[in-house]
């Protein structure tokens, strides 16, 4: 904790620090969230004097924000220590005690934004770099519009002056959130995500797409900004067209366009590309995603997807028919009380194997893998589920509380 | 045996698909398609002609902006009045009901023309938003109780020329303080059970199914969607229990 903090806010860090630690040892969890109330309660505007001097880089938007948050976070690692909420401890108490927690002033701190709370943490932290990967439907029960969140995103970035926007390209909605940022460093991911932005954000007519990804407004002037750096296949390609290979650990598509976000993040703190690349390349699991485990002599690979974009990557990720694939649906308040977007999702694509259904909304997913013709099965609980599988090797893909039961759940079996 | 495809419209799935609705257009052909009934999807994506001689005809849920982009299209084209008139099958969920209707809010308010095939008129809610699980006991004959969710900002109220669906169980439904949901005038079912409300009535589906058909279907397997549906109410029962106490 830097000394230069006035006493109020230190004797607040302290406090909630201290609340924290005992919550993560009784077992209440990672603790972040309780310390950071007690912190938030004894100073509202610790935030802002916790990141004071602090060079800041935030990581928003509907899909990747733990997975990018991680990859830039060793990009900037290969200069010296990083800040980071690793854990996506991503609403305000988590930011607060993610700082509290930190140590020497020097070390960047990259923190993973919850895409409600970006207007408030952009104005709070004075980022030198926000990173806006996506937008896309997700909690429909909650957030209602998602176009919401991008008119949010530009007048909070409109009003940030200071800071380098990082903006994905190729989604319509994020071109739209970074329209009125002082300096924008524009990144072609090739996202396939199209379903969100048919209809232009800035004049409500229709958006229209050529074959090479190029998209434009039919109306206003609302069009695809030339990139300054762009995913092509496994290589990035750099505004003079230089190539640079990927060599990531983490599998899809999805995963490459976080590490190509994250290298134009890095570079706008001042790292090279090519060094930014190379120290991802160490990212092999980012909290619990894609990690391996057994279970009575099952190897278990869990994929976390958390809303169709999501779904349509993860399906790709699975291993192909015939081998048999376990899903985990939840609709708790993380997830979204709302499943119908399990419509949206082109379940169809798992034809020709077993689908084991689970999680709390699994007879939602057994229903609508009936309609997608596809072999399933509904079990119950997550180690039977596996079981059921019948297989040895097999991939598990949940939305996100589902996630964390299974991850629970299998560890202790 | 019919002679002919049954072909289902689904409108505007990129303005009015905001909650899964493209799903009723699979559950509809999939449910012909099992009985050895012929039926494609005809997807119309904005700006597409839309064609007048379809069965039956989808329009899902959509954010404002889409939505009114939607109601002017198919104003313009005229192409789902003349559907109609021909007497085809049109079933609208959420922005369905309100661009059916004679008029619904714009995002500021102020009232939007709308089809006018509803004698429907939707104006913007004052209260909360209606989010959560929707049960009505249906007003029309063989349907068993409806099950679905809701998540809407509007109120609308019926006018003579439609009679309502069904009578709010649990939700909230149009939202005038008269219980009513949904509105049913001819081949025209519109409901504030939005995404793929088809998918947990199957016996919704088979009534429109039915009137295209024009005769009554064979029965089908449905007990994995009955699981599904006594979930669902099981899940309501307990949290009115709680919230009763």
């Known amino acids: 904790m830097p000394s230069a903090l006035p006493l109020r806010t230190r004797l607040a860090a302290g406090a909630g620090l201290a609340v924290s630690e005992l919550s993560r040892r009784v077992g209440a969890g990672e603790g972040s969230v309780i310390g950071g109330r007690v912190l938030l309660a004894m100073d509202g505007g610790a935030l802002a004097r916790l990141a004071a001097g602090r060079t800041i880089a935030l990581v928003s938007g509907t899909n990747g924000k733990t997975t990018t948050t991680r990859m830039l976070a060793a990009a900037l690692e290969t200069r010296g220590p990083v800040v980071t909420n690793s854990t996506g401890a991503n609403l305000m108490t988590g930011l607060v005690t993610t700082l509290a927690k930190a140590g020497g002033q020097d070390a960047p701190a990259v923190l993973e934004v919850d895409e409600g709370l970006l207007p408030k943490a952009v104005a709070g932290l004075q980022p030198s770099v926000v990173l806006l990967l996506n937008l896309s439907r997700d909690q429909l029960d909650r957030i209602g519009e998602v176009r919401i969140h991008a008119q949010r995103w530009r007048a909070a970035l409109e009003g940030a002056p200071s800071t380098t926007v990082v903006a994905n390209a190729d989604d319509p909605l994020v071109v739209w959130a970074a329209g009125l940022a002082s300096r924008v460093s524009w990144v072609a991911t090739g996202q396939r995500w199209r379903l969100d932005a048919y209809s232009c954000p800035n004049c409500g007519e229709q958006i229209e797409w050529d074959d090479s990804g190029h998209w434009a407004c039919t109306n206003c002037s609302l069009a695809r900004p030339s990139p300054h750096l762009a995913l092509d296949g496994d290589d990035v390609v750099l505004a003079d067209d230089r190539r640079l290979g990927l060599a990531l650990q983490l599998p899809g598509w999805a995963n490459r366009a976080n590490a190509v976000m994250a290298a134009a993040g890095a570079e706008a703190v001042g790292v090279h590309v090519a060094d930014a690349l190379a120290g991802m390349g160490v990212v092999a699991h980012v909290a619990g995603r894609y990690q391996v485990v057994s279970v009575g002599g099952a190897r278990v690979r869990l994929l976390l997807a958390k809303n169709p974009a999501g779904w349509a990557e993860a399906l790709d990720l699975i291993r192909p028919a015939p081998m048999p694939v376990v899903v985990g649906i939840n609709a708790r308040i993380p997830d979204g009380r709302d499943p119908s977007w399990l419509w949206d999702v082109p379940f169809e694509r798992l034809r020709g194997r077993l689908v084991i259904a689970t999680g709390d909304r699994g007879r939602d997913l057994a229903v609508r893998l009936r309609y997608a013709e596809v072999e399933h099965r509904f079990v119950e609980g997550y180690v039977d589920a596996v079981r059921a599988a019948g297989v040895s090797d097999l991939d598990l893909a949940a939305n996100y509380t589902s996630f964390q039961d299974a991850r629970r759940e299998l560890a202790r079996a | ?245």
């Open chain 2, 1 to 245: 045996m019919r002679d002919r495809r049954v072909s289902i419209a689904l409108l505007y799935p990129e303005l009015l698909g905001t909650y899964g609705d493209g799903g009723n257009a699979v559950v509809l052909a999939e449910r012909l398609r099992w009985r050895d009934i012929d039926a494609d999807v005809i997807t119309l994506g904005a700006g597409a002609t839309v064609p007048t001689s379809c069965d039956v005809y989808l329009m899902g849920g959509g954010e404002d902006g889409p939505q009114a982009l939607a109601a002017r299209e198919l104003s313009e084209s005229g192409a789902l009045h003349k559907a109609v008139d021909n007497g085809a099958v049109v079933f609208g969920t959420c922005a369905g009901i309100q661009v059916l209707g004679t008029e619904f809010a714009n995002p500021d308010g102020t009232p939007h023309p709308g089809l006018g095939l509803l004698d429907v008129r939707t104006v913007r809610g004052t209260g909360k938003r209606a989010v959560g699980e929707l049960v009505s006991e249906p007003l029309v004959d063989g349907v068993p109780t409806l099950t679905g969710y809701e998540n809407h900002g509007a109120v609308t109220h019926l006018g003579p020329g439609v009679r309502p669906l069904g009578r709010v169980v649990h939700g909230l439904g149009n939202g005038g303080g008269d219980a009513s949901e949904g509105a049913v005038a001819g081949r025209i079912v519109a409901t504030y059970m939005h995404g793929p409300a088809l998918a947990r009535n199957p016996a919704l589906a088979d009534l429109l199914l039915s009137w295209v058909v024009g005769s009554e279907l064979a029965p089908l397997d449905d007990a994995e969607v009955a699981d599904l549906r006594a979930e669902r109410l099981r899940f309501i029962r307990r949290r009115r229990w709680r919230r009763d106490r």
